[in-house]
Nanobody, 122 residues
Framework: QVQLVESGGGLVQPGGSLRLSCAAS????????MAWYRQAPGTQRELVAH???????IYSDSVKGRFTISREDMKNTVHLQMNSLKPEDTAIYLC????????????????WGKGTQVTVSS
């Protein structure tokens, strides 16, 4: 149906930057909302940033001012620009898309990517 594929993860030193991307393909024209979550070993999955078609964005307190979520409508792609990275940002980052329009119909479903590893270490 719909595939979400993340890219851009890797190893970076504290204070560095990374840009994650998530591309949606398959049976989709556009999502109502797209988001980035992260999960570190032994912890629960947490919301990092969310974008909706209303234009609003939401960030967790831990990344506010450092991370920016953006969307490329024509490409059904969402990005996460991560600056001033800290060791505690180390996690698998997962892309989420919810509320899907396809061929004139709205589907109230959601999809997840498989994730991309971000490691912040010196």
């Amino acid at each position: 149906q719909v595939q979400l594929v993340e890219s851009g993860g890797g190893l970076v030193q504290p204070g560095g930057s990374l840009r994650l991307s998530c591309a949606a393909s398959g049976s989709i024209d556009r999502f109502y909302g797209m988001a980035w979550y992260r999960q570190a070993p032994g912890t629960q999955r947490e919301l990092v940033a969310h974008w909706s078609r209303t234009g609003s964005t939401i960030y967790s307190d831990s990344v506010k001012g450092r991370f920016t979520i953006s969307r490329e409508d024509m490409k059904n792609t969402v990005h996460l620009q991560m600056n001033s990275l800290k060791p505690e940002d180390t996690a698998i980052y997962l892309c989420n898309g919810h509320g899907r329009w396809y061929d004139g119909t709205f589907f109230n479903d959601k999809y997840w990517g498989k994730g991309t590893q971000v490691t912040v270490s010196s």
